[in-house]
C-alpha cells in the first residue's frame, strides 16, 4: 500500500499548496485524485516522487510510506527503485531522442529486465513497436501520451502514478488510454490517476478523493462520488439545482456594502 | 473621506457596445501540432466574453496572439479597427490592451505600489534625461500617475501591502495585484487568464466583485478564461467554448450549459455509465 | 606559405577548439551553466602531463592518463563544492562564479609553472615536419586532428549507446522528466564537469602546435574556444564542430595573409578574428549558428 | 511636518530619495566623515599617508565606475563583462584630448607627430570621454540588444579582446603596448587638481584636492544613478531583468531600454576610465584586459547589485584589496610564504587574484546581495534592537 499521512507542501518557503491531505493506494487498485486547477493535485504526485525540490518546495509535515515504511527522504531515484513511477502532466516525451531510447530512459534503474519490460509495453502499445527509431517529437499527441506512460513502466512498478493522462486528447483517445490504465491495472500495478475529467476517472477507479485548495474535501468510493451533486456540479461541470447557490452576480453588493461598514 | 470610484482616476469604455476586438479565423500551430485553429470571435464595448475549454485547448494560446507574443500563422486579428498582426507585444499594450497571465507574472521584487506604477510606464510622460536629473517633468509625472494608481489600489482594497514586496504576499493577493497592474494601464479591452485558479471561495468572490465593478464602472471589453465554472457562467454576456483549438459553441451562458458539444468535452463520451468493472478491485 | 598549408593548420585549430569547446557544450547542456573555467582546467590539467612526462619523466602516454584521472576528479570535485550550492541560482550568477572560479585555479596552476614555457612531453617527434613538395605537416598537429575525432567519435558513442550517456541526454532536454526516470541528476552534473575537464586536459597537448609547451598566458588562446561555442549555438555539439572548424580555418587563414593584404589592422590580428567572425554571426542569428531558440511561456 | 518626521504628506515626498530622517541623518554624516577623510592630510588627529589618499581616489573613481556596470547589469540584468573596453575608451579619449603631444625630429628637420595630444581642458575631456564610450555603447548595442543572457556576456568578452587590440596597435593615438602614452591632465580653468596648492586659504595636497574632485563628481553621478532607478527608466529596467515577456506586455519596449542602459553605462566607464587613469599617469594597452573586466563585475557582487551604495562599497572593497593582501604579507608568521616577488610560495599579486576569485565565489553563493545585504542585516538587527532575536 502507498499512503500519504497528513502531507503539507510549502512552495518558495511561503506558498502553502496542501494543507495535511491522506490518500492511500492499496496494492493492485486505481485510485483517482480529482480536483480544480492549481487544487495541489500535481504536487501530490510530486511529493510522492520526491522531486518537490525541483520547483522550490518542500514537505514541512507528514509522510510518505510504501507499505508502511517511510519514502518522503529518498532520493527520486531510490523512490523509482522501490518501485513507484510517475508519467509527468503534458506528456514530456524527450522530443529529439527516439521511441526506444525514451522507453531505455525508462529502464535507467532497472536495466537488467530491459528486454523482458521493453516487451511488455510494446504490448501494450502495438503502435509505437512499430517505429521504435521515430523520433519522439513526431509521434501524435495519443501516441506520445502512451509513450510517456510505456516509459513510466519501463521500470516495472508496482505504482504507477499517472498525471492528466487525458489532457488535450480527443475524446476517442481519452477512452483507448482509459482502457489502458485498466489494462495495466489488471497485469497487476496499482494506480494513482489523477484528473481533470473527472468523468473518465471516476468511470475506471474503484475509490476516488477530491482535492480542493490543498484539501481534501471528499473520499468516497467512485460510484459514489459520480452520483454526488455536489461532484455533478462542481467536477462535472453541470448546474444541477442552481437557484440555491448564491451567484457570483449577486454576491458583489452584500459584500460590497459589508466592506464600507467595516 | 469619500470612496474613489474606479471611473474616476480611469478613462471608461466609451459607448457600449461598439466592437473592439475582431479576431478573425486564426491558425496558430507549433512544429505541426494545432494549437488555435481557425477560432473566430467579437468582442464589444461593456460586454464580458468568457472563453472556456479544458487544459491544451488553445485558450491561453489566444491571449499570446493577441497580445502579440505568437504570430498566427494564418488569420486577422483587428482592434478597434486597427490589425494586430506583426505588431510588437509593447505597441499593442500601448493600443489599450492589458493582460494578466496565468501564473503569475508580477516582478516579485518590486513594491505592490512599483508594480502597478509599472503598470503606468505607457502613461508617465517624461525621458530619461528628465529621469536623471529628475526635476520639474519627471517629479510632477510621478506624482500625478501616483495618484492614479493610489486609486487602483483603494479599489482593490490593497492600501496595507501597498509598500509590500510583491514576492512576500500570498498568492490570492497577488493576483489582485496583477489584476491592479492591468488596470493601470487604463486598457480598453482587459485579458484575464485564469484569475481565480487556485483560490479559495472567498477569493474567489472578491475577483469576481472586482470584475464585476470594473465592467460597470469602466465599460470597457472584458476577455475571462476561466476554468471556474461558475463564475464564467454568472458574470459572462457571452461564452466561447473551445476544444483543441476548435471552436466548439458560441452562445450565453445558459445556451452554452445545455450545448451537448460542451458538455461532451467537459465530461468525457461516457458519463454516467456504471463504472468499468477493471478498475474496481 | 599555401593556401593548403594554412587549411591544414586551421583544422588543428578546430581541433584543439572543438576539443575545448565540447567541455563547454557538454557542461551547458546538462546544467544551463556556462562555465569559463574550462581555460584554467586545461592549464591545471596540462601542469599534470607537464609533471609525470618531464618531471617525473614517466612514458608520455601513461603521463596523460594519469593526468586525465587527476583532472576528472578535479572536475567532480569543483562541481560537488562549488556549483552544487548553486543549483537554482540564475544563470548570470553560476556564471559569474565560474569566472571566480577560472581565476583561482588559474593562479593555482599559473603556480606551479615556472616563468618559462613548460613541454608537455614529446612522444610524436618534437619538430618532426613532414614535406609533400611545399606543404609542411607538422606531427603534433596531425596527432590533434587524430585525438580530437577519436574524442569525438567517443563521445558520440557514450551518449548514443550507454546507460549514462542516455540518461545526460535526457537530463540535457528535461531535468524533470530524467529525474523522475530514476536518473540521478546530480551525478549528471558531476559526470559533465568530470568530462569537460578531461577534455580541457587532452586539448592542452595541442594548444601550441609547433613548441608543445604550455604557459599561463596560454589561456588567452583556451579562450578562444568561447566565440566557437557561441557561434555554434551554446547547445550544439554539431554546431560546436563547425563552429570549430569555420574559427580555426579563418583564424589560420587571416595568419597566413593578413599581414600582406591588409597590414594595417595590426600585428596579430588573427588572434581577435573568433571574436569578430561571433559578432558578425550573433548580429545575424542571436542564438548562433545551431543554438536552440528559446521558447517563451507566459 | 517636521514635529512627525516619519509622515509624508504628499506622492512626492513619499517617492523622494531618503525616506526618512535616519536616511538623511545617515547621509549627512557619511559626507562628514567623508570630508574628514579628504582633510585627512592636515585636519585630523590622524594622518593618512599620501598612498592611502591616493587609494581613496582611486575608490571613488572606481565608484563611478561600478555604477555604469550596476546600471547596465545590476539594474537591467545585461551581464557585461566588456566594462574594461568601455573604461579603456574613456581613459584613451581624455589622454588623447587633455594629454600632451609627443614629437620627434623626423627626415628633413620635419617634427613629426609619435603621439597625438592636444592638452585641452577638463571640461573638454571629462565630457567627452563619457560621451565618446556612449557612443561607442550605442554602436555595441543593436548587437548586444538582440541577445539574451549569456550570449550577451560572451559578445562582451569579445569587445575587450578586440578593444585590447585596437589599443596596442592604434600607436599614434594610444601609444601601442608596453611604453603606453601619457595621460590627461587634471586641469579645470586653469585650477590644478595634480598639485598641492591653497584652496580658500588652506593648503591641500594633490591627493586631498583630487579626493574632494571626486567626491563631488561621484556625489552628482551618484544622485543621478539613484534617480534613474526609481524613475520610470528603472523600473522598466528592472522589469526586464526579471520577468522580460511580462515587462514587454505591459508596454516597455525592450530593446529601447536595453540600448538606453548600456549607452548610460557606458558613459558612465568613459567617465570613470578617463578620471582614474588620468590620475595614473601612464596608459598602457595591457590594462584594459579581461581582468579589469572582472574586477568590476567584482565590485558589484561584493558591493551589492543594484543599489548605488553597494557600487561604492565594492568598488572601495577591490580598491583596498591589494592594500589588505600587502599587510597580509607583511604578517610575521605569513611573510616568508607571501613574497612580491616569484620565488615564494604565492606572490602578493596571485593572492589578489586568487581572493578576488574566492570573494567572487563566496559572496555568490553565501551572500548574493553583497556587502549591501549584510549592511541591510546589521542594520535591521539594530533597528529591533534591543528586542532583536
Known amino acids: 500500500m502507498l499512503a500519504l499521512k497528513n502531507v503539507e507542501v510549502v512552495y518558495h518557503d511561503v506558498i502553502l499548496v496542501l494543507r495535511g491531505i491522506s490518500l492511500q493506494v492499496p496494492d493492485g487498485a486505481i485510485v483517482a485524485l480529482l480536483g480544480a486547477n492549481g487544487a495541489g493535485k500535481t504536487t501530490t504526485l510530486r511529493a510522492i516522487s520526491g522531486i518537490l525540490d525541483v520547483q522550490n518546495g518542500k514537505m514541512t509535515k507528514g509522510e510518505v510510506t510504501l507499505d508502511g515504511q517511510r519514502i518522503d527522504h529518498l532520493s527520486a531515484s531510490k523512490i523509482v527503485k522501490l518501485g513507484v513511477s510517475q508519467a509527468l502532466e503534458g506528456r514530456r516525451v524527450l522530443a529529439e531522442l527516439t521511441v526506444e531510447e525514451n522507453l531505455r530512459l525508462g529502464a535507467h534503474t532497472n536495466r537488467r529486465r530491459l528486454g523482458e519490460n521493453m516487451d511488455r509495453v510494446y504490448g501494450l502499445f502495438p503502435d509505437l513497436k512499430q517505429r521504435p527509431k521515430f523520433i519522439a517529437g513526431y509521434l501524435s499527441g495519443g501516441q506520445q501520451q502512451m509513450l510517456a506512460i510505456g516509459r513510466a513502466l519501463m521500470s516495472a512498478p508496482r505504482y504507477l502514478l499517472l498525471d492528466e493522462p487525458s489532457l488535450g486528447l480527443a475524446p476517442m483517445l481519452v477512452q483507448e488510454i482509459r482502457d489502458i490504465i485498466v489494462e495495466i491495472n489488471r497485469q497487476g500495478t496499482g494506480v494513482l490517476l489523477v484528473e481533470q475529467n473527472a468523468g473518465m476517472a471516476l468511470t475506471v477507479s474503484s475509490h476516488g478523493y477530491i482535492l480542493e485548495t490543498g484539501k481534501m474535501v471528499m473520499d468516497k468510493a467512485s460510484a459514489e462520488l459520480l452520483k454526488d451533486e455536489d461532484v455533478r456540479e462542481f467536477y462535472l461541470g453541470l448546474h444541477s439545482g442552481g437557484d440555491q447557490i448564491r451567484s457570483f452576480a449577486e454576491v458583489k453588493q452584500y459584500r460590497r456594502k459589508k466592506r464600507w461598514l467595516s | ?281 | 606559405m599555401s593556401l593548403l598549408q594554412a587549411l591544414l593548420n586551421g583544422i588543428a585549430l578546430a581541433a584543439v577548439y572543438s576539443l575545448l569547446a565540447m567541455g563547454f557544450v557538454i557542461i551547458y547542456k546538462s546544467m544551463q551553466v556556462l562555465s569559463f573555467a574550462q581555460p584554467a582546467l586545461m592549464l591545471f590539467g596540462g601542469w599534470w602531463v607537464v609533471y609525470f612526462a618531464t618531471t617525473v619523466s614517466l612514458n608520455f602516454y601513461l603521463a596523460v592518463l594519469i593526468a586525465v584521472v587527476i583532472a576528472a576528479a578535479t572536475g567532480l570535485v569543483i562541481e560537488r563544492v562549488f556549483l552544487r550550492p548553486m543549483v537554482g541560482k540564475p544563470v548570470f550568477a553560476v556564471a559569474i562564479m565560474t569566472i571566480g572560479l577560472d581565476l583561482s585555479i588559474r593562479v593555482f596552476a599559473g603556480n606551479f609553472y615556472d616563468v618559462s614555457p613548460r613541454s608537455t612531453g614529446d612522444p610524436w617527434g618534437l619538430n618532426t615536419f613532414v614535406f609533400f613538395g611545399r606543404l609542411v605537416i607538422n606531427h603534433r598537429r596531425v596527432a590533434a586532428i587524430v585525438v580530437a575525432v577519436a574524442v569525438l567519435l567517443g563521445l558520440l558513442a557514450f551518449f548514443r549507446y550507454s546507460r549514462m550517456g542516455l540518461a545526460m541526454r535526457a537530463a540535457a532536454f528535461d531535468q524533470e522528466v530524467a529525474l523522475i526516470q530514476g536518473v540521478s541528476v546530480a551525478a549528471v552534473f558531476a559526470i559533465s564537469w568530470a568530462l569537460a575537464s578531461v577534455l580541457a586536459t587532452l586539448a592542452s597537448l595541442f594548444i601550441n602546435p609547433d613548441l608543445g609547451s604550455l604557459a599561463p598566458t596560454n589561456y588567452v588562446l583556451a579562450l578562444k574556444a568561447l566565440p566557437v561555442v557561441v557561434i555554434g549555438g551554446l547547445d550544439s555539439i554539431g554546431g560546436a564542430l563547425v563552429a570549430a572548424l569555420l574559427v580555426g580555418i579563418a583564424e589560420a587563414l587571416t595568419g597566413t595573409y593578413q599581414s600582406h593584404l591588409t597590414p594595417y589592422v595590426g600585428q596579430n590580428f588573427s588572434q581577435v578574428v573568433p571574436y569578430l567572425v561571433m559578432f558578425v554571426v550573433l548580429l545575424v542569428r542571436p542564438y548562433g549558428l545551431f543554438g536552440t531558440r528559446e521558447v517563451e511561456r507566459v | 511636518m517636521r514635529l512627525r518626521p516619519g509622515l509624508v504628506t504628499d506622492y512626492r515626498s513619499d517617492a523622494g530619495i531618503f525616506k526618512s530622517v535616519t536616511q538623511r541623518v545617515w547621509f549627512v554624516l557619511l559626507i562628514v566623515v567623508a570630508v574628514y577623510l579628504g582633510g585627512g592630510g592636515s585636519l585630523g588627529p590622524v594622518k593618512f599617508s599620501p598612498d592611502i589618499m591616493i587609494l581613496l581616489v582611486y575608490a571613488l573613481f572606481a565608484s563611478i565606475g561600478a555604477l555604469g556596470l550596476n546600471i547596465i547589469t545590476g539594474m537591467g540584468g545585461q551581464i557585461s563583462l566588456g566594462h574594461a573596453f568601455f573604461l579603456g575608451l574613456g581613459a584613451y579619449t581624455a589622454a588623447i584630448l587633455g594629454g600632451v603631444e609627443q614629437t620627434r625630429a623626423g627626415a628633413g628637420g620635419v617634427t613629426e607627430v609619435v603621439i597625438r595630444g592636444y592638452g585641452l581642458d577638463m571640461l573638454i575631456w571629462l565630457p567627452a570621454a563619457g560621451i565618446v564610450a556612449a557612443l561607442a555603447g550605442l554602436i555595441v548595442a543593436p548587437v548586444a540588444t538582440r541577445l539574451r543572457g549569456l550570449y550577451l556576456a560572451f559578445v562582451t568578452v569579445g569587445l575587450v579582446f578586440l578593444g585590447e587590440h585596437i589599443f596596442r596597435e592604434a600607436k599614434t593615438l594610444t601609444g601601442g603596448a608596453g611604453n603606453g602614452r601619457p595621460t590627461a591632465e587634471h586641469r579645470m580653468l586653469g585650477f590644478r587638481f595634480d598639485e598641492g596648492g591653497e584652496v580658500f586659504g588652506l593648503y591641500l595636497s594633490k591627493a586631498q584636492k583630487l579626493f574632494f574632485l571626486a567626491l563631488i563628481l561621484l556625489l552628482v553621478m551618484g544622485l543621478a544613478a539613484k534617480n534613474l532607478f526609481r524613475s520610470r527608466v528603472g523600473r522598466a529596467l528592472a522589469a526586464i531583468r526579471d520577468r522580460d515577456i511580462a515587462a514587454e506586455m505591459m508596454g516597455i519596449p525592450l530593446a529601447r531600454y536595453k540600448l538606453i542602459a548600456f549607452v548610460i553605462s557606458s558613459f558612465y566607464a568613459g567617465i570613470a576610465g578617463a578620471l582614474f587613469w588620468a590620475v595614473v599617469g601612464r596608459l598602457t594597452a595591457e590594462g584594459f584586459n579581461f581582468l579589469l573586466s572582472i574586477k568590476y563585475v567584482a565590485m558589484i557582487l561584493i558591493g551589492g547589485v543594484a543599489t548605488v551604495s553597494g557600487s561604492i562599497m565594492g568598488a572601495f572593497f577591490i580598491t583596498f584589496l591589494p592594500k589588505v593582501v600587502e599587510w597580509l604579507a607583511s604578517l610575521p608568521g605569513l611573510a616568508d610564504y607571501i613574497t612580491k616577488d616569484p620565488s615564494g610560495m604565492i606572490n602578493t599579486f596571485q593572492l589578489e587574484q586568487i581572493l578576488f576569485g574566492l570573494f567572487i565565489v563566496g559572496f555568490l553563493i553565501l551572500e548574493p546581495m553583497g556587502l549591501y545585504g549584510i549592511w541591510i542585516r546589521v542594520r535591521n538587527y539594530w533597528k529591533g534592537w534591543p528586542f532583536s532575536y
Open chain 2, 1 to 281: 473621506m469619500r470612496a474613489l470610484r474606479l471611473h474616476e482616476v480611469l478613462p471608461a469604455g466609451g459607448e457600449s457596445g461598439r466592437v473592439i476586438l475582431e479576431v478573425e479565423d486564426v491558425h496558430l500551430s507549433f512544429a505541426g501540432v494545432k494549437a488555435v485553429d481557425g477560432v473566430s470571435f467579437r468582442v464589444h464595448t461593456n460586454e464580458l466574453f468568457a472563453i472556456i475549454g479544458p487544459n491544451g485547448a488553445g485558450k491561453t494560446s489566444i491571449f499570446n496572439c493577441i497580445s502579440g507574443v505568437y504570430r498566427p500563422q494564418q488569420g486577422s486579428i483587428r482592434f478597434q479597427g486597427r490589425d494586430l498582426l506583426g505588431v510588437r507585444p509593447d505597441r499593442i499594450a500601448g493600443l489599450g490592451i492589458a493582460r494578466t497571465f496565468q501564473n503569475i507574472e508580477l516582478f516579485p521584487q518590486m513594491t505592490v505600489l512599483d508594480n502597478l506604477m509599472l503598470g503606468r510606464h505607457q502613461h508617465l510622460n517624461y525621458g530619461t534625461l528628465a529621469a536623471i536629473a529628475r526635476v520639474g517633468k519627471a517629479s510632477r509625472e510621478e506624482a500625478r500617475n501616483r495618484e492614479v494608481v493610489e486609486g487602483i489600489v483603494e479599489f482593490l482594497g490593497l492600501q496595507p501591502v501597498r509598500k509590500s514586496y510583491v514576492s512576500m504576499l500570498p498568492y490570492g493577493l497577488q493576483k489582485r495585484v496583477e489584476l491592479g497592474r492591468a488596470l493601470a494601464m487604463a486598457p480598453q479591452l482587459l485579458m484575464l487568464d485564469e484569475p481565480v485558479a487556485g483560490m479559495n471561495l472567498e477569493e474567489t468572490e472578491d475577483m469576481a466583485r472586482f470584475i464585476h465593478d470594473i465592467r460597470w464602472e469602466l465599460g470597457i471589453g472584458i476577455i475571462l478564461v476561466e476554468h471556474e465554472m461558475r463564475m464564467v457562467m454568472d458574470l459572462a454576456d457571452t461564452v466561447f467554448a473551445l476544444d483543441f483549438g476548435r471552436p466548439i459553441a458560441v452562445g450565453t451562458p445558459s445556451e452554452i450549459q445545455n450545448n451537448p458539444d460542451v458538455i461532451r468535452a467537459y465530461l468525457g463520451e461516457e458519463h454516467g455509465t456504471a463504472p468499468a468493472g477493471g478498475g474496481a478491485a
